[in-house]
Structure formats: C-alpha cells, structure tokens
C-alpha cells in the first residue's frame, strides 16, 4: 500500500465504499439506469447511483439519470441508450395582435405555447414569440383627432401654460404640489394620474398682451412671461398630471399643427396671446438645458 498514489487510493476508496452500500442495501448493486429503471426529468438531485460514469471519472463514485446531467457531465454510463432524449414540441401560431400604434407605423406579435419540453438532452425549444412591423389603420379616435378636420374643439381651447420647471414637483421639493399655486391645480386629481406617457410639441408666438411684460408695465422684477415675444419659439409638454381623460387622455389646448391657437400664462394676470404649433405631437419631453419650456395646465 506503500507505493499506492493518492489517485489509486481514491479508487480504492470508492470501490470500497460500493461494496459497503452493496452489503448494506442488498446483493445486488444497481450501477446503471436500466438497472435501476430510473430516468428522471429535469434536474433532480436525487436520481443518481452509484456506478461508471459517461465522462470516464473514476474518481467521483455516483453517476445521475436525470436530464440535467447533460449539462452537468455527471450522466451514468447508460444515460443515452436507457433515457431517451424527447425533443420540444411547440403548438401552432395564435393569432397576430393589433398594430400597437393605430395611427402609422408600429410592430405587433404573435406566439406560441410548448406543449412538451425537451427532456434526457432532446433539442431545445424555437423561437415562441415573433414581431413584425405594421402600419395602423387610422381609425381610431386619436387618430382621427390628429386631422384638422376633426379638431374644433381643440382650435377653440386655450392653453393655460406655466415654466417647465413646475412639472418637476415630484423630485423638486422647491415645487411641492401642495403648496402655493400647484396646490389649485393638482389637488382634485393628484390621486388620479393619467398613465399616459408625456407628449410635446413646438410652437411660435405669433401674438402676446404686453401685460406679459411685468417689469416695464409696473417697474416690478422681470418674470417668464416676458420671454413670450413674436417670433419665439417654445417647446410645450403634455404631463401625465394634466391629462383630462374625457377628452382622450389629452391637454386642453394643446393645440392643432400648422394652425393658429391661443395661450393664457396662468401666474400672470391678463397676460395671453396666440401661437402656431409648427411640430406634431409625440412621445418626448422638452429638453431643460435649451430653449424655453412650458407646460399645459
């Protein structure tokens, strides 16, 4: 024994210790799969004997008949011939969903269902959902509401804008919904957000009271407002705060492309004028390092 490796006597150690199991448990030892008439599913930890493994290592005494051991490289010497590998089978198609966007250019899905997984190494499952692109019908009411002709009720709204800066209420202490004037306007549906993400546009001031000139009607500290001159452009934004649902989950006043609208600064008192919205609605918000931002109340 002397002259035994290391490797040797692990050998012996394992012969040894089947031979106690065998005496233990019975005359016979199981060392296969077909002996034992085991094949489990899956990974199962407890389906292993003790025997010759596929890999050749002698050193490891127990051997696994379940379909992990494929993965693992711990399967018994008979795994392939005794468990045989069952492929995945998939159900057809189901039906493609609507184009998610309605009124142009979107994808939508179909998918499938496995009606049996791969089990003792078989192939694995395809692809079970697919995308495509599409193009909406146009016929929802959003849609409709983005045509002139379907948008009198938008023409004759006004805007009620404030700074950007107010819709920030949520990471800005400085503008706490519950205090000065944020406090009128969210209180009956600060419970009740819309969902809808925010939207925006831009528009040109094509016409402002000079009431919005605060400091040169009253000699007073210059306010926002007078940044609202002709010819400026601005960028608006449509919160999830201000969404009135009965009208679609929309602004009032956010206005109509490439007509003429009105607008009413809400902190300032008779300071109003008119604007042309020169960029359709879209999912974005107003970038806060540039231009000049406002929101619809």
Known sequence: ???????GLQKLSCVAFLLVLCALFG???QRTCKEADMCCKGQNNT???FGPRMDGNYNESRCYCDGNCLIMGDCCIDFHTNCEAVDCKVADWGKWSDCDNPCG???KKRTRKVSQYPENGGKQCPVLKQRQACVGDGKADECLQQ???NQFEELHETARILPAKYGYFRTSKEYDPWKGILKNLYSRTFNAINTQPTYCARFVVTSTRSACNVSAATEQNSTWSEELVENQEVCVECQPTAMDVERGSRCIGHGVFDKQTRWSA???PH???KWMMTS???ACVCDKESDINLILI
């Open 27 to 29: 005359a016979e030892c």
């Open 47 to 49: 389906c292993y004997l």
């Open 271 to 273: 300071c109003h004028g």
């Open 1 to 7: 024994m002397v002259g035994l490796s290391i490797t």
């Open 266 to 268: 809400i902190d300032v």
């Open 280 to 282: 359709k609605h879209e």
């Open 147 to 149: 045509s002139v002709e």
């Open 105 to 107: 250019v979107g994808s």
